[in-house]
């Protein structure tokens, strides 16, 4: 926040990066690069430029090389040159040339060489160029050597030890607006020094490291437009920095830098040359300064910005910014610093009042002895605060009187970071309605937050209370008077118990959006800790000691934290040693795009705990156990996916858990895999053991394609046999008893004509054993009705008949002859000699197929042969009928019965 606001600042860094080139440090190179038609021959010790680049690069950087001349010759191929940099070599002189070959040339860097003389004929049709540096050489100019360049915007020449800052004798770069002329040997500005800047529209100089000693009148009239003016390093004196400013008095400066000027005291005559300038932003920083007399800015009544960084201010007074009443930003970050030899700084009551349109106060790094319920008063318009890493007494243990002074101003943001706070009483903040920040990380809060610590705090969105030493606890009211916060930050704060409670201290927070608790050491928290935030966007987690609470043998099951949170969009939960991610933990995240559970012991992951996340666009699991990557997992968070990151696992580079995986890896276009090539490594099998996984042969694996797909064939058709088996076996009868009656209530129940039915009286006449009497008239008499009727050898007797005589009036009645077998009938000499006998003759003499078995014992063939001399394969399947020993099945039987005995009586053919 020391840096001064110059407005062209910007446009003078972007011009010098191109003239400069790039200073970051790369890997040694071993050839040019080229991209984007940029040529980059830099640090490959080259004696000339190398004529196998592309014909169409417009930008060829030269530099660090040992050329000592700019070869024209070998830069003819290269006409469409727009940008050259040539720095930091042995040339000694331009070759006129040059521009002659290139003739588009916009930029032409040659810093840090050797030219000494400079005539009118080297650039003379460098008439297209708008940016020259020749900072660091041994420039001796030549006549008129810059009166072409009618389009240059940047001028450098820094550091060539130029005995004056005159350039040329008569008007010349029209277009100039950057002028640099740091580091040289003059120590005088001249009336006419800048008179060939005269017709020019220059904004800018520099004249850092420039020890002017006399400044004559009116030497800044030719370049009275200028806005900005460096002076840094000068070592002027306050007297030539006096003359200074009333050499300005006519200018346009807008912005002006006396950093490092050793001015260690302002008197109220330094600044008096600038009273009537539009002054907006003046840097003082590092100065040493000690003393500021009364009314030393006061001429500044247009002053924006000051800054006084770095200085060793040591008292501040009613008068130290006395006239300063358009100021905006005030820098004192470092400037009231308490040292070993000097006592510490002191802010008089009211020393702040004039700053009445003060917006902004750094305070950063400071150290003052006390502050006063008026240390503040009358700043109206201040709107940001920042006291971090400061030593004030008063801030150790915050009262309603600590910040009294800001009761008037409409502060938005408070900066209280390291500054030793231990507690925070009720109603510290009720004076700051307006606050929307407030910062209060690196302290050392020891207290229990009950609400009433926020209380008046009604707009405030961010509270940042990171990095406390772990000893802040929570109560269910801790957040209840500040509603509309959007950002809370408790990372390293909390005590371990702090988030245990039975009601969440954040359930009256539903606007909140971000909520850090990382580095807490967490191990319980309830299932309801976050219910309520539904606008919650981004959740930190991360090193805690949540394992238990997502393990499946947690008491009570695993603790679903995040059932609460749909509206998450980035989720933290990185060193928590999990070794398991419950099936529901993460359900409901649909629209979560960054999740990171990296560093810790997951290794086999379920199936479905990544099917809600269909929008994830980043997913971090480096550095877990995972060894097999499978489509049942991934496929859907992959399926979106920007960034991946899942390096330093153990993987097992076997077709089943990884085939899946390297195709992906292959096909995917869309995805970014940092450190695929070297940190994604194989652990089994040995013969792939600490390779890539990009080396993996997945043609190894289709060999098993036909046969996996003759495996799923084969295993389909056994499981299929087998379940039809048991089902036959343990449920057939119900399939068989409903397919009767979907059937039958289609078809009709019997396939014989209606006038067979009339011939008869009774639908069955009923053979069985005298034991079986009561069975027979409870299981089979009971279905007669209307619609069957049978006949039983007891009951329906033909009257005035001998036994014989109505048993085969009866049989010839009988459309059917139904015998109950038992072990007991095959034993009665009645029903084997004479009944059955003759119903078998009845059904022979008439031809008729009419015998209906029902077994209620399991009865061997032969043995029903000797006796009945009746087999089963005689009869039809309809017509032999087991009686079932489950009741559930008695229906069942029913159904086949009825069915038996609709049959037609007609011999099957």
Known sequence: MGIPHFPFLPAVIILCYFMLGHCVASPKKTSCTVQDGRADCSRLSLQAVPPDLPRNITSLDMSHNRLVGIPTPSLTPYQGLLHLNVGFNSITRLDQGLCQTLSLLQTLNVEHNEVHVLETGDIIHCTNLTGLNLGSNRLKLKGEPFLVLQSLKFLDVSQNKLLAAKLGSQPQLPSLENLNLALNIFTTLKKDDFFFLNDSSLQFLNLSSVSLKTLEPGCFEPISGLHTLIMDKSNMGTLVISKLCSQLSGTAINALSLQKMKLVTLTKTTFTGLEKTNLTSLDLSSNGMGKIENGSFQWLSRLLTLILADNNIKHLTKGTFEGLKSLKKLSLSKALVKSHTSSTPIIDDFSFQPLSALESLILQRTSVRDL?????????????????????????????????????????????????????????????????????????????????????????????????????????????????????????????????????????????????????????????????????????????????????????????????????????????????????????????????????????????????????????????????????????????????????????????????????LNNTNTTSVPGLSDQYKCNTPLAYFNRSIMDFDTLSCKDMAPFQALYILSSTVVIMLIVSALLVRFHGWRIQFYWNIVINRTLGFSDATVEEGREFEYDAYVIHAAEDASWVGKRIASLGNENCKFCLEDQDSVPGMSQLESILENIRKSRKILFVITERLLRDPWCTRFTAHHALHQVIEDSRDSVILVFLQDVHDYKLSQSLFLRRGMLRPCCILNWPVHKERVPAFHQKLLIALSMTNRLQQ
């Not at 408070?414 to 231990?422: D, G, K, R, Y």
Request: with cysteine; hydrophobic share 40%; net charge neutral.
């Open 372 to 664: 006063t319920e008026n240390t503040f008063t009358g700043l109206t318009s201040l709107k940001e605060l920042d006291m971090s890493w400061s030593s004030y007494s008063s801030l150790k243990n915050l009262t309603k009187k600590t910040l009294a002074s800001l009761a008037g101003s409409p502060l938005r943001v408070l900066n209280l970071t390291a500054t030793a706070i231990v507690q925070i009483n009720p109603g510290a903040f009720c004076n700051l309605g307006n606050l929307t920040t407030l910062l209060l990380d690196f302290n050392f809060i020891k207290q229990t937050l009950t609400g009433k610590e926020f209380e008046g705090l009604g707009q405030i969105q961010e509270i940042h209370i990171s990095n406390n030493r772990q000893s802040v606890n929570l109560n269910s009211t801790s957040f209840v008077n500040v509603p509309s916060l959007r950002v809370l930050t408790l990372g390293k704060s909390l005590t371990v118990s702090a988030l245990d409670k039975d009601l969440s201290p954040f359930r009256s927070l539903s606007n909140l959006t971000f909520l850090d608790l990382s580095n807490n050491n967490i191990a319980n928290m309830r299932e309801n800790l976050l219910d309520g935030l539904v606008n919650l966007k981004v959740l930190k987690l991360q090193h805690n000691n949540l394992a238990r609470l997502w393990k499946s043998a947690n008491p009570g099951g695993p603790v679903l934290f995040l059932k609460g949170t749909q509206s998450l969009l980035s989720l933290q939960l990185d060193s928590n040693g999990l070794d398991e991610i419950p099936v529901e933990g993460l359900k409901g995240l649909s629209n979560l795009h960054d999740l990171s559970v990296a560093n810790n012991l997951l290794n086999s992951l379920k199936d479905s705990i990544f099917d809600d996340l269909n929008s994830l666009k980043v997913l971090r699991l480096q550095k877990n156990f995972i060894t097999t990557v499978r489509p049942e997992v991934f496929k859907t968070p992959m399926s979106n996916l920007s960034v991946l990151v899942m390096d330093k696992n153990p993987f097992d580079c076997t077709c089943e858990s990884i085939l899946w995986f390297v195709t992906w």
